[in-house]
């Protein structure tokens, strides 16, 4: 039976084709934005930069290689617009204008290849983000020996011919990587991906020795929780072992032992618990179960897991309560740190379209240039939002413009027309295409 969004599938022959196409639509479409992405580079080449009113300043837009050796300079900027209006960010715009690049001036065959619809954009694209260090005649030895089975080979097999075109052309680079190696090792605590329930993902590369100390550190930790009463399953007590393992760390001063000369050891303070908690006053006044949001993750967790959080040893900073609702104001160009404050808890990532990097590791902008006389913005709390330093050049040094509309909403224009809303994290395009120029 024909679905009412479907009248022409009527057969599961029919619901299969239908499918087929559309799949094949959407793959020529991904390969045709990428092709965009290439004519939009070449729109922006590196004597753009020199034409431009703000070249040679020091924080000014400049001409960079985005992909390996042999691909043209590109207008630094140039991506930002882009991502904008296909709805990516300014990161996610620059490995796809990379990508574009590197396929279409050092992996030519496969570029062909994907065009004529032979090989999947995305392992061309993976491919292309791993020869971009390679020297041009290594991209080339890759490029003519994948072109007969590239579409067939596995990913692992792509990698080892990487390894050996790197190892070929470029010896010394390959030997650095090797001693270099280590830098890859790393530990994360996926603080970003906290969840209601207050958990949050842990994972890491560490040297085999130091993961079988751990491992064994985790499990005599999981065993004497047992020993104590507890009754959790083994990953749970896994889990809780790492924690106090980890308690147990910040009960040493390491540097101490390691005779940095401060004098006698000092116990190193427990966690610090920072929260930023926005209640109504009736919400305050109520003894009853409610949710807090942790500002740092942009999750919500019960209170009650923040009461757990802070109970034991934790050390809580109370902070005084800022009035998201206030108005402040300064004649001084310098931002005073309440206000600086204020605008991060109130717009809590870079109010630039689809940007989401923290206001804590953004500059604090003045939406209309501070300055004397009539048209100078003011340092005030409605003239002020986070940008990160990529966006603030780029509102400081070309044609992107905004305007502060209230408190937690932006309204951008491009170089080019563009109209984008930022509402506190959500951007949604305004003109869906720039005017006829």
């Known amino acids: 039976m024909a679905s009412p969004e479907l009248p022409e599938c009527d057969t599961p022959a029919a619901v299969l084709a239908f499918a087929q196409r559309r799949r094949t639509a959407a793959q020529r479409a991904e390969i045709e934005v990428l092709e965009a992405a290439l004519v939009w580079a070449s729109m922006h080449p590196e004597e753009s930069v020199a034409e431009a009113p703000t070249s040679g300043l020091v924080f000014g837009e400049l001409a960079v290689p985005l992909a390996g050796e042999g691909t043209p300079l590109v207008a630094e900027f140039a991506p930002m617009e882009f991502g904008a209006a296909i709805g990516m960010s300014t990161d996610s715009a620059r490995a796809l204008v990379s990508d574009a690049l590197e396929l279409a001036h050092r992996l030519k065959r496969t570029w062909k290849l994907v065009r004529a619809g032979k090989v999947p954009l995305w392992k061309a694209r993976r491919l292309a983000q791993l020869t971009t260090t390679l020297p041009l005649d290594g991209a080339e030895f890759l490029d003519r020996h994948l072109a007969a089975f590239v579409g067939k080979i596995s990913w692992a ?83 809780m072992a790492a924690g106090e393992l980890a308690r147990r760390q910040l009960a040493f001063d390491l540097r101490a032992e390691a005779g940095d000369g401060a004098g006698a050891a000092s116990v190193v303070k427990p966690r610090q618990v920072v929260i930023h908690v926005h209640l109504s006053h009736a919400a305050i006044s109520r003894d009853e179960a409610g949710i807090a949001h942790v500002e740092e993750t942009r999750s919500i967790v019960s209170t009650d897991q923040v009461r757990d959080w802070c109970s034991g040893d934790a050390q809580v900073t109370v902070k005084p309560v800022i009035d998201l609702e206030a108005h402040h ?80 909403t932006y309204l951008w224009r491009s170089p080019h027309g563009l109209h984008l809303i930022k509402d506190r994290s959500t951007t949604r395009l305004v003109t869906a295409h720039p005017p006829d120029e």
């Open 329 to 408: 104001h300064t004649d001084a160009y310098a931002v005073p740190d309440r206000l600086t404050e204020q605008t991060r808890l109130t717009q809590q990532v870079c109010a630039f379209p689809w940007c989401e990097r923290p206001a804590r590791r953004c500059d604090t902008d003045h939406v209309t240039a501070h300055g004397a006389g009539p048209s100078g913005g003011p340092t005030c709390s409605c003239n002020l939002a986070p940008l990160c330093r990529r966006h603030h050049r780029a509102k400081t040094h070309t044609a992107w413009t905004y305007d502060k509309t209230d408190a937690t």
């Open 157 to 239: 097999g792509i990698e080892r011919l990487v390894d050996q075109a790197r190892v070929t052309f470029d010896p010394e680079g390959a030997e650095k990587d090797r001693l270099e190696a280590a830098d890859g090792r790393r530990f994360d605590v996926r603080t970003d991906g906290a969840t209601h329930d207050g958990t949050v993902h842990v994972e890491g590369v560490l040297d085999l020795a130091d993961a079988i100390d751990l491992d064994t550190a985790i499990r005599q930790g999981a065993e004497g929780l047992v020993a104590l009463g507890s009754t959790e399953s083994l990953d749970v007590r896994r889990s």
